[in-house]
């Protein structure tokens, strides 16, 4: 079972709203990822760290930005959420090793109205 | 460009049967490729893991087999069930780019067992 726990599961928010969606592992795993997938549609990274005060963006533009001031902790913060903004975002672990599995979260549908 | 293809319609399989899911790729050289599931409003949940220089790995009733000739994965279920209705994800890991550790994802195919 993995350890990692994302909140909130929904979130349904106004236009211009500022959001914080939160991600804790309890694993000690240096390695932390954001993913937006849209229904159908594969995982698309959007954020990525590989330690604490390290944090580099991923293949896909995304206007959110990441902190990783703990170990244990990665939140993907938008300033001003748009309808565009819509869309399910997983975070994911893993320890160091280059062929090591990632373990997901239940993820956060985030719904912009 | 660099592309991972699954099977994009549903696969339906009768119970008991054998389910083979697919999993092709161009211009990749993958050092590994890994096997996820995914249930609906969830994260996936790590499978398998195969190298370039592996051919077929087993788990339980679970198959994958890496052939780099023909670009392509083939995931097999045997004796399956309605609880292996799921979406099934495919990721490559290639040293010549794409994503953090170059982990990238392919669209999944949605599996349907029939009772």
């Known amino acids: 079972e993995a350890d990692i726990y994302q909140t909130p599961r929904y979130l349904v928010i106004g236009t211009g709203k500022k959001i914080t969606l939160e991600c804790s592992q309890t694993?000690?795993?240096?390695?932390m990822y954001w993913y937006q997938q849209d229904p159908g549609m594969e995982l698309h990274l959007i954020h990525y760290?590989?330690?604490?005060?390290?944090?580099e963006k991923g293949d896909l533009s995304s206007e959110s930005t990441v902190s990783r001031i703990r170990t244990e902790h990665f939140p993907l913060t938008l300033e001003s959420a748009r309808p565009s903004h819509t869309s399910q975002y997983l975070c994911?672990?893993?320890?160091?090793?280059?062929?090591?599995?990632?373990?997901f979260g239940s993820g956060t549908q985030l719904s912009v109205l | 460009s660099q592309k991972i293809e699954q099977n994009s319609e549903a696969l339906n399989i009768q119970e008991g049967k054998t389910a083979t899911l697919t999993c092709n790729y161009t211009?990749?050289?993958?050092?590994?490729l890994q096997w996820y599931r995914q249930d609906p409003g969830r994260g996936p949940v790590f499978l398998l893991l195969?190298?370039?220089?592996?051919k077929e790995k087993r788990k339980e009733r679970l198959k994958v087999t890496f052939d780099t000739t023909l670009k392509q994965s083939l995931f097999h279920i045997t004796a399956s069930q309605p609880a292996d209705s799921a979406t099934y994800l495919c990721?490559?890991?290639?040293?010549?780019?794409?994503?953090?550790?170059?982990?990238?994802f392919g669209k999944g195919t949605h599996l349907i067992i029939q009772p």
């Open positions: 994911a672990s893993r320890i160091s090793g280059v062929s090591e599995k990632l373990f």
């Open positions: 990721a490559l890991l290639s040293y010549s780019g794409g994503g953090a550790d170059g982990l990238t």
């Open positions: 760290s590989y330690g604490v005060n390290s944090t």
């Open positions: 211009n990749y050289s993958p050092a590994y």
């Open positions: 694993m000690g795993h240096d390695k």
């Open positions: 195969i190298r370039e220089n592996e």
